[in-house]
């Protein structure tokens, strides 16, 4: 089984909608990432979290919120989408410290 | 604000040959730097972590070299595969221990 899961990995949706993106780790690590992803830019962070009760925003968090509601799942929720919020969604965990970061699959994500 | 390049969108290489890639970064002082690799429809996954003290590093067919004089880090495959086609990540530390990413560059071998 995978380490890093996340659910769905296709959505498309319609402006307006409200669509939450889940992610479940079996790494046991306390840090985890959300990163979208789109040609020509990059990685860009959104949130992070060090644990359960420290939430950060990133890079660029308009528009987006997130809940860590256990150890192991970080949810990132678009609260009304809009179309350039489309693009490939990533969630990654990491331990403490300047380790590697391990990678979901990603989201597919498309609002029309 | 920070700003991390990597030379080029896109690399062909015949296969054996040594595969370069640069990552140049600017407005930075990162303590230490990754590279990653990422497939088509799927996440990046690490390669290989090299700190500002640290000149050289390998593992097995990678080699990357990291020089916070010139603000640059060189990716190097050698003996180049069909399977080494893939995007190349750079990914600078910032605030926080959170990474930067590169816009990554991405190689083709040709066999």
């Known amino acids: 089984d995978a380490d890093v899961t996340q659910t769905p990995r296709n959505r498309i949706t319609k402006t307006g909608k409200r669509i939450m993106l889940e992610c479940s780790q079996t790494k046991g690590h306390d840090r985890m990432y959300w990163y979208r992803q789109d040609p020509g830019l990059g990685l860009r962070l959104i949130y992070y979290?060090?644990?359960?009760?420290?939430?950060n925003k990133g890079e660029i968090s308009d528009g987006y919120s997130v809940s860590r509601q256990a150890q192991a799942k970080f949810s990132l929720s678009l609260e009304s989408a809009i179309p350039n919020q489309t693009a490939l969604y990533f969630c990654?965990?990491?331990?403490?410290?300047?380790?590697?970061?391990?990678f979901g699959p990603g989201t597919r994500l498309t609002v029309l | 604000s920070q700003k991390i390049e990597q030379n080029s969108e896109a690399l062909n290489i015949q296969e054996g040959k040594t595969a370069t890639l640069t990552c140049n970064y600017t407005?930075?002082?990162?303590?230490?730097l990754q590279w990653y690799r990422q497939d088509p429809g799927r996440g990046p996954v690490f390669l290989l972590l090299i700190r500002e003290n640290e000149k050289e590093k390998r593992k097995e067919r990678l080699k990357v070299t990291f020089d916070t004089t010139l603000k640059q880090s060189l990716f190097h495959i050698t003996a180049s595969q069909p399977a080494d086609s893939a995007t190349y990540l750079c990914?600078?530390?910032?605030?926080?221990?959170?990474?930067?990413f590169g816009t990554g560059t991405r190689l083709t071998v040709i066999p």
């Open positions: 979290s060090f644990d359960v009760k420290d939430i």
């Open positions: 407005n930075y002082s990162p303590a230490y």
């Open positions: 990914a600078l530390v910032g605030g926080a221990n959170n990474l930067f």
């Open positions: 990654a965990t990491s331990e403490v410290g300047d380790n590697e970061q391990f």
